[in-house]
């Protein structure tokens, strides 16, 4: 049984009692968990708390019950929660955006000036093909003086939204580094997002013209052999 525990309550030396009699007291509430207990062999006083074993185990509550859900319920989206960063990261992921978008800066001026000369000795392609009627283009055939010229003006017309996509994304970066205003990193992303969107358009327009040509050239070897077998 062990030997017999001594208490102070109220500033009065209690005891002894047994270890199940103090523990029922604990546990009734009779006895505050802060008093002193003590027995022999002990070294010093110490709170019913700080002793293993006096206080009584807490319930554990039950476990949850998992919600009944219909089979024929829609599945709900899973919220995710993303801690928010600290100042000092925000400030961090902050100045990284920006020095990145500060060296973009001059390549992207760079590829808009190039695409400004691209478009402009385009069009005196289609110009001088369109007057000249000496030189190398006088052996064309008639139909390649109109079609060249045409196609030329065509090519730099496809030349001319993502210069001015990528003029302008260099142009918003300029007014962000001055400002370093939420809705001016908006509109530099925007222009961004502009230019790539339509080089996207562009490629996929170019791979189905190329499917075109492929399956016409496809057809007419085909044509063209089975005439030789005939």
């Given at each position: ?115 400004i000369l691209g478009v402009s000795v385009t069009v005196l392609g289609a110009i001088l093909m369109a007057t000249l009627s000496r030189g190398p283009f006088k052996g064309l055939p008639a139909p390649l003086r109109v ?84």
């Open positions: 049984m062990g030997e017999p525990w001594n208490y102070v309550q109220n500033g009065k030396p209690q005891g002894p009692v047994a270890e199940e009699e103090l523990k029922r007291l604990i546990a009734a509430g009779q006895m505050q968990r802060e008093c002193l207990v003590w027995r022999p062999g002990m070294p010093d006083w110490l709170k019913a708390s700080q002793v293993p074993g006096l206080l009584p185990v807490p319930d554990l509550p039950p476990p949850p019950v998992p919600e009944q859900r219909s089979p024929f319920e829609p599945p709900q989206a899973v919220v995710l929660s993303i801690p928010e960063p600290s100042s000092l990261q925000a400030q961090a992921a902050v100045a990284g955006a920006l020095e990145a978008l500060r060296a973009t800066k001059p390549w992207a001026r760079f590829m808009g000036v190039l695409g079609v060249l010229p045409l196609a030329y003006l065509l090519l730099g017309a496809f030349q001319i939204p993502p210069v001015v996509y990528l003029n302008r994304y260099a142009s918003r970066i300029g007014v962000l580094l001055e400002s370093h205003a939420p809705e001016d990193l908006a509109r530099a992303l925007d222009a961004q997002k502009a230019f790539w969107k339509y080089l996207g358009i562009f490629a996929l327009v170019m791979l189905c013209l190329y499917a075109l040509l492929f399956l016409f050239g496809a057809t007419m070897a085909a044509l063209a052999h089975g005439g030789r077998r005939f």
